[in-house]
């Protein structure tokens, strides 16, 4: 898959000669290390949405890591606060079997109850990164997050339902996990506060898109809050 196209919606921003010879160096390191083609590729795809949505929505004073090995909580990516002014904040990617793992997770976003369209592959991508950022915009107290409690005070019916349905499906995962013997640690990990936000509001943008929203739409609605 190309790169422009799974990024979709920022597809003229990184067609310059130092994105791709980083490309090419990112490339070499992870074959060294032993990761496939398709792997790299998805990998590099996922940084480049992620580094672009986060130059929009915010900053671009991030460093980017790609770690060639699985995180041990099976996630592909995740922020990293630094906690610290005269550091840099982080995105990390995980390479091992990224590709399989999107394509497995594709279909399983929850979408808004008006939405008759399923998920593709490139707008999974995208909500991956914006997932991510979401999170920078969480550890900056720069949102409201969303709780379970939210959907009480929704103006908007479906946002509302979208809310309701996320708690239910956040509740089932984490019994499934309880009885897969996952550790707690596991499960405070992927069913916490700052996860249900973030679902909450991938799963808004992304039908929003599917309705043909503007990237400036898209970029200001990472910001949804109550």
């Known amino acids: 898959m190309n790169?422009?196209?799974?990024?979709?919606?920022?597809?003229?921003?990184?067609e310059c000669v130092v994105w791709k010879e980083r490309c090419t160096e990112v490339r070499k390191m992870l074959e060294g290390y032993g990761n496939?083609?398709?792997?790299?590729?998805?990998?590099?795809?996922?940084?480049?949405?992620?580094?672009i949505l986060n130059e929009q929505v915010l900053d671009s004073d991030v460093s980017l890591r790609f770690n060639p090995e699985n995180h041990p909580y099976d996630i592909i990516a995740e922020y990293i606060g630094c906690g610290n002014i005269?550091?840099?904040?982080?995105?990390?990617?995980?390479?091992?079997?990224i590709a399989e793992k999107v394509e497995c997770d594709v279909g399983n976003l929850q979408v808004l109850p008006n939405s008759e369209k399923g998920i593709t592959f490139a707008?999974?991508?995208?909500?991956?990164?914006?997932?991510?950022?979401?999170?920078?915009?969480q550890s900056r107290r720069l949102v409201r997050m969303f709780t379970y409690a939210s959907a009480e005070f929704c103006e908007d019916r479906s946002l509302s339902s979208l809310i309701n349905r996320t708690f239910i499906a956040f509740s089932t995962k984490k019994r499934e996990y309880e009885s897969e013997?996952?550790?707690?640690?596991?499960i405070r990990y992927r069913i916490n506060d700052l996860e249900f936000d973030a679902?909450?509001?991938?799963?808004?943008?992304?039908?929003?898109?599917?309705?043909?929203?503007?990237?400036?739409?898209?970029?200001t609605l990472i910001r949804l809050e109550l």
């Open 123 to 137: 707008e999974y991508m995208l909500a991956i990164a914006m997932h991510e950022v979401r999170h920078r915009l």
């Open 36 to 51: 496939v083609r398709e792997d790299i590729d998805t990998a590099i795809d996922l940084m480049g949405c992620i580094e």
């Open 181 to 186: 013997g996952k550790s707690k640690e596991f």
């Open 3 to 14: 790169a422009l196209n799974a990024r979709g919606h920022f597809h003229e921003i990184k």
């Open 86 to 97: 005269n550091k840099m904040d982080a995105f990390g990617v995980f390479v091992t079997s």
């Open 199 to 219: 679902q909450i509001v991938v799963s808004y943008v992304i039908s929003k898109l599917q309705e043909g929203i503007t990237r400036k739409e898209m970029t």
